[in-house]
Nanobody
Framework: QVQLVESGGGLVQPGGSLRLSCAAS????????MAWHRQAPGKQRELVAR???????NYADSVKGRFTISRDNAKNTVYLQMNSLKSEDTAVYYC?????????????WGQGTQVTVSS
């Protein structure tokens, strides 16, 4: 089992910045990915950014150039630096971890942290 604990959400004005953190504990394999997803009211959950255990990254087009995902493998923690925030970034942000076995995968989710961008 893996536990994910997010922190760092809150209320920020448009154009502002926030940094989310997600600390993972438990059975974390060396082959894994960590990611941030978000879900706005009335919308489906979507991938924001993902980072592999070797720090390869990919981003949703809507956040490219504004958000940066990073990880500290020694702390089993993933971060999401969010700059130039827009009202449309308002959502609950969820941390995600995937453990990869030779022929299968486990997936875990955090409880979510609210990010509200509003003046």
């Amino acid at each position: 089992q893996v536990q994910l604990v997010e922190s760092g959400g809150g209320l920020v004005q448009p154009g502002g910045s926030l940094r989310l953190s997600c600390a993972a504990s438990g059975s974390i394999l060396s082959m894994n990915t960590m990611a941030w997803h978000r879900q706005a009211p009335g919308k489906q959950r979507e991938l924001v950014a993902r980072i592999t255990s070797r720090s390869s990254t990919n981003y949703a087009d809507s956040v490219k150039g504004r958000f940066t995902i990073s990880r500290d493998n020694a702390k089993n923690t993933v971060y999401l630096q969010m700059n130039s925030l827009k009202s449309e970034d308002t959502a609950v942000y969820y941390c995600n971890l995937r453990n990869f076995y030779s022929d299968s995968m486990d997936e875990y989710w955090g409880q979510g942290t609210q990010v509200t961008v509003s003046s």
